[in-house]
């Protein structure tokens, strides 16, 4: 769940129809913005945080989520385009698994490198 009153900057549009429920977030990508949520673990584990997103302007883009209180980034290599159409957005998935326990988490994005638009993040079981 997205908790509005932590995060700062978040700008969620909501002209990509294909988008999952028709909304997306913009680039989150000055220093001091950051995107807060609540994350539900089913059950205790290794996972990799994933995103579906779009990167551009030339390069990768790199993002930084804490969970736990720990820090880890994130590569997203450059995409297409700027996510006009369903076939520009790609999913990236973290090199590096995570060990969560059971329960809600709160993760926190923050900028690091470049730009980017997001449709959804979560954690996959290894």
């Known amino acids: 769940d997205y908790n509005k009153d932590k995060s700062v900057g978040v700008n969620v ?6 988008l999952s429920g028709g909304a997306g977030v913009s680039k989150l990508d000055t220093e001091g913005m950051k995107a807060v949520y609540s994350i539900d673990v089913p059950e205790e584990g290794d996972y990799y945080f994933v995103a579906k997103y779009v990167a551009f302007n030339g390069e990768d883009s790199k993002r930084i989520f804490i969970i736990d209180g720990k820090d880890y980034v994130v590569n997203l290599p450059m995409t297409s385009g700027y996510g006009s159409t369903p076939e520009e957005w790609d999913v990236a998935k ?3 698994p995570i060990h969560l326990t059971a329960g809600t988490h709160e993760l926190t994005i923050e900028p690091f490198i470049n730009q980017w638009n997001y449709d959804w993040i979560g954690f996959v079981k290894k």
């Open 94 to 96: 973290a090199t590096v």
């Open 13 to 18: 549009y909501t002209s990509r129809s294909f």
